[in-house]
């Protein structure tokens, strides 16, 4: 059984409506009918399946929701947004869940997730485009397994399914001046949101 | 010699799946007496009971049986078929092989053989029926409702603009009920008061309708369309023709200082001795209560008849007894809230801050003891957290209430609503099990206080409250996270379940209507009469049949007014003639038959002769009240009654019928 949750002290509001306004979702409108988990093709591997992180969210238990790994197994098909039927846009709800943890520094439960979806960000950013030796070598050294699945890179060479050398894409200076102000947005957006934690907790 | 033609009914698959009716049909064509028998795929239909009409005719029949479903179902079809070509109705009946065998039965072979026995029963009774006509009584145009809350008011105002006389009994001082407690009504939040008080007043100025409150019904006698009903108007104290309302008498009742606690605040406010439940009461008259007037306990005091301007106060009053007779009588008693003290986990009677929902209303309400402010009743102070819990009493088994009590879904919703309203930093959480939202506007409404209200909704039902440090805690779980749920509250208002108001036994009694295991009045048919009740003439509207809100309870009253109003409009009633009869000659006058009646229908007639000498007195059974369930005829030591349409001679011949 899990303690007992001090609703009066413990619950944040200011998360949920946090969640709500940067997701632009009412997550009051969720009633619990359970259908996002039913159909999530990935609800096997949660910890919490969706409906009930709606339901932690409603209840304002931030580390509950911020610390589950269903935020990062999400594969984003959108198969519960597409059923909901109070309107709420689920997959998105867990997109912003992803910013909040990252910018919270919750990312223990799935490190390998979180450091895949930071390379594979990176790589584009810089790139414009994945290249993707790259991407797994730096994937492996950053988790510290540098050979993990050499053998297959090898026969995927070998077939011509993998490029030796980066594409280029045109107007990388462009799309590298559209990243900067996405992230200009987001850390203005992440710092007002600790601000206002801060000053709610002093 | 009898002449009876037989009518096997398939009803599609129904009975002939089971039973077999052609050979049943074979059978019976057999059967000493019977001249014509056939089967039909729907006896009901129009050509089925064509088929019949023709057969009359033809073979010149003195005696129908219909082999086919329950006669609750088309005994009245058949029997106006019959009529219409001039077959006394009473010789027709039903043979039940539909209910009473393909239905209840697998074996063919054997249910075959139990629809020959039914149908041939029935063939054996009908041999022996008489033509009965049916009864004509005349019908006072003045309807009793007892009641006068929304139920009844509506009730009594539909009977009166249609035209007739009505009566409305209260037993409170003023008319209004629980509506005229609450502050806001689901899902409109329209003013109880200023939706309630026109209609209020409308009752007080209707030439057609004679209000009695603070009185109640002491003797019901007599049957539909001729009830003499006796009410006891009990003593105000103050003179209704005198008195203007003026208030200074409330004003200066020492008593005031004391703090009578209020009624109609549900003990959340006071009021003095001599008083009107609220400013608007209808009528505008004060009582004395007897029980705390300084007067009548101590012998001396006598302000309020010192400053009454017009020397209304009148404390030698007595209890007063008056006689009307109506036609019809609509029963609207309402509901009360069982006593929270059945919970002693949610410690209520010992917590102030715990308290029900109609106390909660009264907080709310601007007309309130607290003027609409959400004070605790502990010490005063704004409640910023409040808990509500539902089902506090009903859905609980073991409580011995295993009902749904249907209001508090939607109350909790509009409390949570308009506390939110009243105080903008408050929070407020809602223990439920399940969201009854159902009806127009309903479940919108629910969403509402949840989406933009910020209700927070807690699935779970609360197993325990205690105080710690002037704060009440609640202990329970949501099981929709699986987390267990402590919430630190100010006023917890717990939804208790509606049960029937006070002294429903006793009126159930006097009317002679049936209450189920709850109290609630029952309706005559759950689904196809459920605002009559199995006694003719006497009507349901409200909650005093079930838990109901405003809208269903007026919606039935209205129903119930439509009923009464057709009785009105017709010139007699026609009532069944299979009632009981007794034979004078042979009546001893034992009047076992008079104990054992339910329905008081059994009187006592002297038998003289031509000089006017006593011979005898024998028992007499009023045809209006006799309902013909024949408790008398099985009472009797000498078989001095029978009933009509169900004699001793018939039901033996029936008896005698299966042994063949």
């Known amino acids: 059984m899990s303690d007992v949750v001090k609703l009066t002290d413990m619950r944040l509001k200011e998360f949920t409506a946090e969640v709500e306004r940067r997701s632009g979702q009412r997550i009051s409108q969720c009633y619990q009918c359970g259908k996002c988990s039913s159909g999530c093709p990935m609800a096997f591997a949660m910890d919490i399946d969706p409906a009930r992180i709606m339901r932690l969210i409603q209840l304002g238990l931030r580390d509950d929701v911020l610390k589950s790994n269903t935020i990062w197994i999400c594969a984003a098909c959108q198969t519960c947004t597409t059923r909901c039927p109070q309107e709420v846009e689920i997959a998105h709800v867990m997109d912003t869940l992803r910013i909040m943890a990252l910018e919270a520094g919750y990312t223990d439960s799935e490190r390998e997730t979180v450091e895949a979806l930071s390379q594979f960000v990176e790589n584009i950013e810089r790139r414009g485009r994945v290249f993707e030796p790259e991407l797994a070598l730096r994937l492996n050294i950053a988790l510290g397994r540098p050979f993990k699945d050499f053998g297959r890179g090898l026969q995927l060479f070998a077939r011509g399914k993998l490029p030796m050398l980066p594409e280029k894409i045109k107007g990388l200076k462009e799309l590298r001046s559209i990243w900067e102000k996405v992230k200009k947005l987001e850390r203005v957006e992440g710092e007002r949101h600790v601000n206002a934690h801060e000053t709610q907790h002093s | ?660």
């Open chain 2, 1 to 660: 010699m009898p002449r009876i033609g037989v009518f096997v009914c398939h009803c599609g698959v129904n009975i002939a799946a089971t039973v077999d009716v052609e050979r049943v049909k074979d059978e019976l064509a057999k059967h000493p007496g019977v001249v014509y028998s056939t089967d039909y795929r729907y006896v009901c239909s129009d050509p089925g009971q064509k088929l019949i009409q023709d057969a009359i005719r033809e073979h010149n029949l003195t005696g129908v049986v219909v082999a086919a479903c329950s006669p609750c179902m088309h005994e009245a079809t058949f029997r106006t078929a019959c009529a219409s070509v001039g077959l006394n109705p009473y010789l027709c009946e039903m043979a039940n092989i539909r209910e009473h065998c393909s239905w209840v039965h697998q074996d063919k072979e054997a249910a075959t053989r139990k629809a020959i026995e039914l149908t041939r029963i029935m063939v054996e009774k009908v041999k022996r029926n008489q033509e009965l006509y049916p009864i004509y009584i005349d019908v006072t145009k003045r309807a009793l409702v007892i009641g006068g809350g929304i139920a009844g008011i509506q009730a009594a105002l539909d009977i009166a603009d249609g035209g007739y006389d009505v009566v409305l009994v209260e037993r409170e001082p003023s008319i209004g009920g629980h509506m005229a407690q609450l502050s806001e009504t689901f899902p409109t939040l329209d003013c109880s008061q200023c939706i309630l008080t026109p209609k209020m007043v409308q009752v007080r100025q209707h030439q057609k309708i004679k209000l009695y409150t603070y009185s109640v019904v002491e003797d019901v006698r007599g049957y539909i369309g001729n009830f003499e009903v006796t009410i006891r108007k009990k003593a105000r104290s103050v003179r209704e023709d005198l008195c203007t309302g003026c208030g200074l008498c409330m004003q200066r009742c020492p008593a005031r200082r004391d703090g009578i606690p209020s009624e109609f605040d549900r003990g959340l406010g006071t009021r003095p001795a001599i008083y009107t439940p609220f400013p608007q009461a209808v009528p505008n008259v004060p009582v004395i209560d007897r029980e705390h007037c300084r007067y009548f306990t101590e012998g001396k005091c006598r302000v309020c008849e010192r400053v009454c301007p017009v020397k209304a106060i009148d404390y030698e009053q007595q209890d007063e007894f008056v006689t009307e007779r109506v036609g019809a009588i609509i029963v609207a008693t309402g509901y009360e809230l069982i006593s929270p003290s059945l919970y002693g986990e949610y410690g209520s009677g010992r917590f102030k801050d715990v308290i029900d929902g109609l106390q909660f209303e009264r907080l709310l309400s601007a007309s309130g003891p607290t003027g609409g402010k959400v004070l605790r009743p502990s010490d005063g102070k704004e409640a910023k957290v409040v808990v509500f819990i539902a089902c506090v009493g009903s859905r609980d088994r073991a409580k011995g209430i295993p009902y749904c009590s249907k209001i508090c879904c939607m109350y909790i919703a509009k409390h949570a609503l308009l506390f939110k309203h009243r105080v903008h930093d408050g929070e407020s959480y809602v223990f439920y099990m399940d969201i009854r939202a159902g009806g127009k506007g309903y479940d919108e409404f629910v969403r509402r206080a949840i989406e933009e209200e910020g209700a927070c909704y807690i699935r779970g039902r609360v197993s325990r409250i205690y105080e710690s440090n002037g704060k009440l805690i609640v202990k329970g779980m949501d099981t929709l996270s699986g987390k267990l749920i402590e919430v630190e509250a100010d006023i917890v208002v717990l939804a208790t379940a509606m049960r029937p108001s006070d002294g429903f036994e006793e009126l159930a009694r006097k009317l002679r209507i049936p209450y189920d295991e709850y109290g609630f009045f029952s309706e005559a048919h759950p689904k196809l009469r459920p605002v009559e009740t199995t006694t003719a003439g006497v009507f349901l509207a409200g909650a005093c049949q079930a838990p109901k809100d405003i809208p269903e309870s007026v919606a039935q009253a209205s129903a119930a007014a439509s009923k009464v109003l057709g009785i009105f409009g017709a010139p007699r009633i026609e009532r069944e003639p299979t009632i009981a009869v007794v034979n004078e000659t042979t009546c001893t006058g034992c009047f076992d038959c008079e104990r054992v009646c339910p329905y008081n229908a059994v009187e006592r007639k002297e038998i003289r002769d031509r000089r006017g000498n006593l011979i005898k007195v024998v028992s007499s059974v009023n045809p209006g009240l006799c309902e013909g369930c024949g408790a008398c005829v099985a009472a009797c030591r000498n078989k001095s009654v029978d009933l009509r349409g169900f004699s001793d001679e018939q039901i033996f011949a029936q008896l005698s019928a299966i042994a063949i």
